[in-house]
């Protein structure tokens, strides 16, 4: 999403962040297989991990949830229905992907898992700033 947004001359105007749901590789840096299948595409991927926080909900208008089980997670989190409604299924910004497909995870996987992964995001990255200028005439 960050390179689209770049490559677009986005930055200035949309605020993306990544956090999960759980806290297992809090401070951590992004998986060494993700990195170099996203350096193979010109993407640097960069930072730490962090976990969601409640604070999430007020300052970001879309909580993109990779999975199912993510997504429980962020609506248990949710204070209140206007919290809940920000949360969605990746997947589901991808016209062609079904819907409410999980992204799969490849981090215990062999063979070309990341890439499945890197080629599902850039489709549905595609979609979420489709919506997103939409929905904010950008």
């Given at each position: ?5 770049e ?13 999960g ?11 060494r ?7 193979l595409r010109?993407i ?7 976990r ?26 949710a204070?209140d229905?206007?919290a809940?409604?920000?949360i969605?299924?990746f997947r ?9 497909a999980?992204?799969?995870?490849p ?13 599902i ?8 700033l ?9």
């Amino acid at each position: 999403m960050r390179q689209l947004l770049e490559l677009e001359q986005l930055t200035a105007e949309i605020e993306i962040d990544s956090a999960g749901t759980g806290d297992w590789h809090v401070g951590e840096p992004p998986d060494r297989r993700a990195r170099v299948s996203a350096k193979l595409r010109g993407i640097e991927l960069a930072g730490r991990a962090r976990r969601v926080e409640t604070k999430d909900f007020v300052r970001f208008d879309y909580l993109i949830a990779m999975d199912r089980a993510n997504q429980r997670d962020l609506l248990r989190m949710a204070s209140d229905d206007l919290a809940k409604a920000k949360i969605v299924l990746f997947r589901n910004y991808d016209p062609d992907s079904p819907r409410d497909a999980d992204v799969p995870d490849p981090y215990y996987g062999e063979g070309d898992g990341f890439e499945t992964v890197l080629d599902i995001c850039e489709a549905a990255s595609r979609g979420l700033l489709q919506q997103i200028r939409e929905n904010h005439r950008l």
